[in-house]
């Protein structure tokens, strides 16, 4: 049985798959139990906001359709772009395509180009639709958009006590693509049918530029509130003269909610964070404190398999890297165990 499902950020499509069991010491963290991500999901829900009381449930009401459920049938404002995609099993390519057919995402073409497509399990079962654009991409230029640095980001959430995260989805699919490049665009299914990309699909060279540039305009005049980063807007504030810390938080919200409005940029509620004392941003956590690790890694960290030969031990090295921002004297910490990467180092554990 196939079930049509659109992934958070990637238009994917669900078939009935087992997922394969993760090697336990490449991979000892495993992913959130279907259970427990549907209870935080719905703890997210428009009405679980109500029901806790938060102070932004009448704001997200206000603007309720910037928080679609599903891929609006509406094509967004113009943002220009131009590229090209595989296939295998044949009923969720051709669901995918009508999926995306039915949203207006994509068109029957005439093109003379053509590229192929491929599917990829996911790890939760299921199948993801990626698109091989190897050949216009070789023949892109690359766009050079500057890629927000993450210390920057930190450094201006500094000295905030209300935080938000918003998650936008469906992101390429909200930036039309240039009539004259949509042709290159042109993708074969296995029912013989040709389609053709009206908005940026995944796999363009460019794709992710163009989106995090449309982002990063769209929120300049907020930009002291309100960074972002590609699919991700965290916004932060503090109290304001006579005002708190919430209000001036909500007027904030409210600015960036109208934004999103107007260029019919949708966000997934259940993956959004609202009034928070802190919140997860691009690999750590922020609050009035200041920047900590992120628990999950730490404790990913922690529970690594003991190595047993010096692969698995540079694996595991590559992994506590991430801890050198938040421990004292790291590099002195972790020497000894680099000197066992060594070529004339012998093992010993």
Request: aromatic share 8%.
């Amino acid at each position: 049985m196939i079930v049509p499902e659109v992934d958070d950020t990637v238009a994917a499509v669900e078939v009935d798959a087992a997922s394969s069991a993760s090697d336990t010491r490449t991979r000892p963290k495993q992913a959130e139990p279907k259970s427990a991500r549907e209870a935080r999901y719905a703890a997210q829900s428009l009405p679980a906001l109500e029901t806790s009381g938060n102070p932004v449930a009448p704001l997200v009401r206000e603007f309720i359709e910037i928080f679609p459920e599903k891929v609006p049938g509406v094509l967004p404002p113009t943002v220009e772009f131009g590229m090209r995609s595989t296939s295998r099993p044949t009923e969720a390519i051709n669901a995918f395509f009508e999926i995306r057919r039915r949203a207006g995402h994509v068109r029957e073409s005439v093109s003379p180009h053509s590229s192929p497509k491929f599917c990829v399990k996911k790890a939760t079962g299921g199948w993801r639709i990626v698109h091989v654009y190897n050949k216009l991409n070789d023949a892109t230029i690359p766009a050079q958009t500057p890629i927000p640095r993450k210390n920057m980001v930190l450094d201006t959430m500094s000295g905030s006590t209300q935080f938000s995260a918003i998650d936008l989805m469906y992101g390429f699919y909200q930036i039309l693509m240039c009539e004259d490049d949509v042709p290159l665009t042109a993708v074969s299914s296995p029912s013989g049918m040709l389609w053709e990309w009206l908005v940026i699909p995944q796999g363009l060279k460019n794709a992710p530029a163009t989106f995090n540039r449309m982002v990063s305009n769209l929120l300049r005049p907020f930009r002291s509130f309100a960074p972002s980063y590609f699919d991700d807007i965290f916004i932060h504030s503090r109290a304001e003269g006579d005002k708190t810390d919430i209000e001036v938080h909500l007027q904030h919200l409210r600015q960036v909610f109208q934004v999103m409005r107007k260029n019919k940029l949708n966000a997934n509620l259940k993956k959004c964070i609202f009034c928070a004392p802190d919140i997860p941003v691009l690999g750590s956590y922020i609050s009035k404190e200041g920047v900590r690790a992120d628990p999950e890694k730490i404790e990913a960290i922690c529970i690594w398999p003991a190595p047993q030969d010096p692969k698995e031990l540079r694996q595991w090295l590559g992994l506590a890297t991430y801890l050198h921002n938040y421990s004292k004297n790291f590099a002195s910490t972790v020497g000894p165990l680099s000197q066992l990467l060594n070529v004339d180092a012998t093992w010993s554990w």
